[in-house]
Structures are given as structure tokens and as C-alpha cells.
């Protein structure tokens, strides 16, 4: 089955050690999201790319980066985790930019920052 | 800006009982209205959304939302749920001047055999 697909699902760093979290999809889609979700709040969008076009949201701090090798992969880079960084980060695609094409999210990738 | 409030962290409920999963948004323009569904270890999937036409919108799996203009809301109904329907519930809102989602903050649905 076509997916998207998050490693690893738990991932604990040390404060300040940077950390990389990844995605993959199988959907073949040009878009690819990475969201934040912190424990009883709403997911917040971090940003997207659209192919190799990265779309920074204009309140993600400069501690977090993303890498886009090819169309299926997408990374999230965390350069110096706080403690104010744990939370669940989810991974979305989908075909296109916009709100009349759906988005497919993966699992999500719980981080702890001890 | 737009915002999204989803009024009830939690809604237990008995199975084959009725519930509503209540949403209200707030926008000055025109607003395209989502509900996502997450089931426990999985990611959000697409439960129904509402672009244009009809207010009442229905999922296959008997879900289904009225689109409210007058009230800005979005209610979720489900005439008799299922365990299975135990997850979490968001609610989301996009605008015809922009790309993103607005998501609340989410109602986790427990049905209680």
C-alpha cells in the first residue's frame, strides 16, 4: 500500500545534541509537510516543500531545518533541541499545494528531550 | 487570522449511543471546513471535508458535519458509534487566500462498551 512512513516512531536526544528525524512516501506526491504537535495542542506547520522548493512558516524558529534529497525523502533537522522541543512531529504529502488536495500524514515521530 | 476551537478535550460515550464533537472556527473570510481522524498509533486521516455546495457533509463510515455559516461551526454527528470509532478527532480550517491548515486542538472520542 501506497504510504508515508516515519523513522523512527520514538526518538530520545540529549539537550542540545542535534537529532534528525526522517519521512518517506511511496505516494509519489510533490509536496511533503513536517508538523509540530505538542502534548494537548493542535498540529502547528513547521514547513513544506513543493519538489525542491522549501516554504519556511514565518514563526518556525531557526533551530529547525529540513532536506529534501529526492522525491521520496524528507528530513527534519533539529540543530540544538530544547526541552521546550518535545513533541510529536508529524509528516504529511500531498499531489499538490493546496486545500482542495488532501494530505496523507504518517504516524509521527514522538521526541524526548532529556 | 484564522482560528480553530474544538470546545471538548474528551468525550466518552457508550457504544450505539449518539454523539457530537462540537467545532467553531472564527475567520473573516470564507473558510473550507475538515475533519481528521486519528486512530491510536496511526497518523491523521481525512474523516470529511467541506469546500463548497451542500452543508452537510457525510463520511462512509457514518460520520457526517453541518457546515453552520450563521453559528461558525462545524459539529461532528454520529448517530450510533462503534468501538472502533474510538480515536482522536480534529477539526481544521483553511481559506480560499491561503494554503495551510488550521487545526484545533483536538477531542479524543472514547466509546465505553
Known amino acids: 500500500d501506497a504510504m508515508v512512513i516515519q523513522n523512527p516512531r520514538y526518538q530520545v536526544t540529549q539537550f542540545g545534541k542535534p537529532v534528525t528525524l526522517s519521512c518517506s512516501q511511496t505516494?509519489?506526491?510533490?509536496?511533503m509537510y513536517w508538523y509540530q504537535q505538542k502534548s494537548s495542542q493542535a498540529p502547528k506547520l513547521l514547513f513544506h516543500y513543493y519538489d525542491k522548493d522549501f516554504n519556511n512558516e514565518a514563526d518556525t524558529p531557526d533551530n529547525f531545518q529540513s532536506r529534501r534529497p529526492n522525491t521520496s525523502f524528507c528530513f527534519l533537522d533539529i540543530r540544538s533541541p530544547g526541552l521546550g522541543d518535545a513533541a510529536m512531529y508529524l509528516c504529511a504529502t500531498s499531489l499538490r499545494h493546496g486545500i482542495l488536495y488532501e494530505q496523507y500524514f504518517g504516524p509521527g515521530t514522538r521526541l524526548t528531550v532529556t | 487570522a484564522q482560528s480553530v476551537t474544538q470546545l471538548d478535550s474528551q468525550v466518552p460515550v457508550f457504544e450505539e449511543a449518539p454523539v457530537e464533537l462540537r467545532c467553531n472556527y472564527s475567520s473573516s473570510v470564507s473558510v473550507y471546513l475538515f475533519w481528521y481522524v486519528q486512530y491510536p498509533n496511526q497518523g491523521l486521516q481525512l474523516l470529511l471535508k467541506y469546500l463548497s455546495g451542500s452543508t452537510l457533509v457525510e463520511s462512509i463510515n457514518g460520520f457526517e458535519a453541518e457546515f453552520n455559516k450563521s453559528q461558525t461551526s462545524f459539529h461532528l454527528r454520529k448517530p450510533s458509534v462503534h468501538i472502533s470509532d474510538t480515536a482522536e478527532y480534529f477539526c481544521a480550517v483553511s481559506t480560499n487566500t491561503g494554503n495551510q491548515f488550521y487545526f484545533g486542538t483536538g477531542t479524543s472520542l472514547t466509546v465505553i462498551p
Open positions: 505516494l509519489n506526491h510533490n509536496v
